[in-house]
């Protein structure tokens, strides 16, 4: 070993003896070594195993290694999630983890196991929630604030890789806002270089505090194997989803109202930006949050909320992580002078999502909540495919779903709840023409 590796792999040990967590006692031949042992010991219980079953003629995981060829093959896939609440039984994991499954198995490091539920899902950001029952007790990863993390942190990653069981990496944080992947609609990923392979999609990128700044979502490399290239959604989007989730059923996605790119070497010399980063508004759309809080065309957005925004690519990631009604402090520059601007997000006034294959009746059903402005209160049928499982119960578009067994539901939250809930009969109350009927389902 040379001296220069020596020197540096001295320094890494000293930094880490003085963590809280590293710090705690390991020793070798009577003397004190500093070790992840204690900290791994106390979060890994958070971090599960999921297998799920389903069909689908697509992979249900960015890190699937089973194609399925035709609509009617049966997959199964492997994948990680991290329990965000211990009393709820609150599990994050990636959308595409559990895209399509029919069956969702649970499995923790103490060998219980558990059929999971969806409560939530966004495809755009790839995040998905689910919830499982437990009368043991559970663990859970307080969330950090993943708008404080540099490039030089080190990170802890956790999931089940290759289904073999769950297995620790660690690394350090590489790069920030990275975008362009084209993995989702929604990207502002976290890169590491911790080794992430197939199976840990979903699971916990962490600091060295325990807490979790990311959920590990994808990896660049041949043959989708580890390359120390791999990507996380940082822990402020997820948290921000997850609420949503709960709050409403469903994302309710802040919109700002503009059109825009990123700052460009040319694009700043050509208005004689002093800045190289940020986002550049080609056009504001009339009427919109952006409009009437007075952003122009030609402003560059430069921070969100206090956070540097670097990219237009991580502007509309934020931004399309906030719900509607958030009131958010940009940072805009206009002529070279800097300014803060405070806005309040609009929203999109139809906030359909199609059931949870999790919930077999609706399945066929595309749905949306009612607006509070409306008389009744419930969710609405919007669409219903010919000779699903919703069309042979006997739902119709048109339909407002106003109580299951009683129970009166004003969201899709609700709904999924009662549904989930309701043992042997379902008994569904429905608008229709304004006439009330009721659907019974065993």
Known sequence: MSVMIRSLFISILILLSFHS??????????????SLAPLIKQVSPAVVDIVVTGSSSKSNDLFSF?????????????????????????IITNYHVIENANQITISLTSGHQYQAKVIGQDPQSDIALLQIHSKQPLVAIKFADSDQIRVGDFTIAIGNPFGLGQTVTSGIISALGRSGLNLQNLENYIQTDAAINSGNSGGALLNLNGELIGINTAILGPNKGNVG?????????????TFQLLEFGEIRRGILGIK???VTPELAKSFGLKIPYGAFIYQVTANSAADNAGLKAGDVITAINGTKVKSFAALRAKIGTLSAGKEILLEVVRDNQSKEVSVILGGNKKNKIITSTKTPILKGATLENSEKNQSLSGVNVVNIKPHSSAYNMGLKQGDVIVAVNKALIHNQQQLLSALDKAQDLRVLNIMRNNRSIYLIMK
């Open 229 to 241: 290239i791999a990507f996380a959604i940082p822990a402020n989007m997820v948290k921000n989803l």
């Open 66 to 90: 089973l194609q399925p060829s035709n609509p009617s093959q049966q997959f199964s896939g492997l994948g990680s999630g991290v329990i965000i609440d211990a009393d709820k039984g609150y």
């Open 260 to 262: 825009g790119g990123e």
């Open 21 to 34: 967590f590293a710090a705690l006692p390991a020793t070798v031949n009577g003397r004190n070594i500093p």
